[in-house]
């Protein structure tokens, strides 16, 4: 298998290559051209995994600080990236039947630890190689649904101390905590903004 040479010297530090390596890789570099490279560009993923080495690798050359925030709450995309100079939100939801291995491939993890191993191994490494190549070979839309939103800071009322609604929760806030993605006013809770990036 073929891989590009920047995700091969990741592969050896990490000693495997993994379809959440692939995948964070994939992602990492198509919010890399998205954005023209990755400064100031927030990340936050749902859980922390071989992903999230890919993507700390990836923005460790635009900045010093790879700051990839791990989200603590449910949220409703896997990956999500704030590019603060443009206010753009990027996120990405993975089609699970796309990302993962196929059950049948799945159900022999059990027999990988018995004694007779030898095929379980061989079908098992051969779908995981299958995997990989096809989250190496296909383009980031094919196994992520990814979203595209706004998220600006309001302007007005910010001098005089006003409040407003949030249109999500109902809660008072002020203009300046106060977000409108695209077009919805929101507080910061429910911009789906990580803490750090408000």
């Known amino acids: ?24 890789w994939r992602i990492g570099k198509y919010v890399e051209e998205f954005f023209a490279g990755l400064e100031d560009v927030g990340i936050a993923a749902a859980r922390d995994d071989d992903a999230i080495l890919a993507l700390k690798y990836l923005s460790r050359q635009h900045s010093p600080v790879n700051h990839v925030i791990i989200a603590e709450n449910a949220t409703p995309w896997d990956f999500l990236f704030f590019h603060a100079p443009t206010g753009t939100l990027l996120g990405f939801c993975l089609i699970r039947h796309r990302t993962q291995l196929p059950y049948g491939i799945r159900s022999l993890e059990p027999d990988l630890s018995r004694d007779n191993q030898a095929v379980a191994q061989i079908y098992y490494q051969a779908g995981l190689e299958q995997l990989v190549n096809a989250l190496l070979e296909q383009s980031v839309i094919s196994f992520c649904q ?30 300046q905590s106060a977000r409108d993605i695209e077009g919805r006013i929101c507080c910061p809770t429910c911009s789906g903004l990580m803490p750090d990036w408000h």
């Open 146 to 175: 990814v979203r595209q939103d706004r998220c600006r800071r309001l302007q007005a009322g910010i001098e005089s101390g006003e409040e407003i609604h949030c249109r999500s929760c109902g809660q008072l806030i002020s203009y």
């Open 1 to 24: 298998m073929l891989v590009p040479m920047e995700l091969h010297n990741l592969t050896l530090k990490k000693g495997y290559l993994s379809p959440e390596l692939a995948i964070g």
